[in-house]
């Protein structure tokens, strides 16, 4: 089993809320949607604390190069 799978999107969220706004389950709307339960959860738990269905952005390493320094690249 693949343990990173498809980020859930903006339009799946927003089907996620309505759902769960007309009274279904969590499993329920897993089925529905294609997603277990545990992601359902979480998504509604981003949105209550939230009230937003995107994503925020993740922390990365930062660039070594600056922006300068990459257009440099780019350009030869």
């Known amino acids: 089993m693949d343990l990173k799978g498809k ?6 969220s927003k ?3 309505k759902l769960r706004n007309e009274g279904k389950t969590l ?3 897993g089925k ?3 997603r277990t339960h545990s ?3 979480r998504v509604i738990n981003n949105y209550t604390s939230s009230k937003s269905i ?3 952005p993740r922390s990365g390493r930062p660039s070594k190069l600056t922006v300068c320094e990459k257009r440099y690249v780019f350009k030869s």
Do not use: A, F, M, N
Request: hydrophobic share 45%; net charge negative.
């Open 7 to 12: 980020e859930i999107t903006p339009e799946e």
């Open 39 to 41: 992601s359902i959860q």
């Open 54 to 56: 995107i994503s925020k």
């Open 27 to 29: 499993r329920e709307i």
């Open 15 to 17: 089907i996620i809320i």
């Open 32 to 34: 529905i949607v294609g």
